[in-house]
């Protein structure tokens, strides 16, 4: 059963960096989604099985990183410049059907399974 489990949510100040884990029961295909209260979750990271090739939404392009440890089956969100639009709860998810090894993936309904989720609280 493929299990995931986010951590590292907190309150950070405005201009704050913070970096978010997630633990997978194994190997696929990844990404982070946020969701604020009364909207849909948005697409904001998202990671190759491999690792060769990640994508970004244009609101956290160039402030979030987004990276994976294979052998610790464990992803990442590095989060800086944080700005208070960034709250929200985040979420991680994986796809463990019908893939492609160097292939990333927008959409949440492309993917299988998500996390419970970790708030990340930005104070201006």
Not at 47 to 71: L, M
Not at 73 to 93: F, G, H, I, R, W
Request: aromatic share 12%; charged share 20%; proline share 2%.
């Amino acid at each position: 059963q493929v299990q995931l489990v986010e951590s590292g949510g907190r309150l950070v100040q405005a201009g704050g960096s913070l970096r978010l884990s997630c633990a997978a029961s194994g190997r696929y295909p990844m990404a982070w989604f946020r969701q604020v209260p009364g909207k849909e979750r948005v697409f904001v990271a998202a990671i190759s099985w491999d690792g060769s090739r990640t994508d970004y939404s244009d609101s956290v392009k160039g402030r979030f990183t987004i990276s994976r440890d294979n052998a610790k089956m464990t992803l990442y969100l590095q989060m800086n410049s944080l700005k208070p639009e960034d709250m929200a709860v985040y979420y991680c998810a994986a796809k463990f059907r019908a893939y492609v090894i160097g292939a990333t993936y927008f959409h949440s309904d492309d993917y299988n399974i998500f996390g419970q989720g970790t708030q990340v609280t930005v104070s201006s």
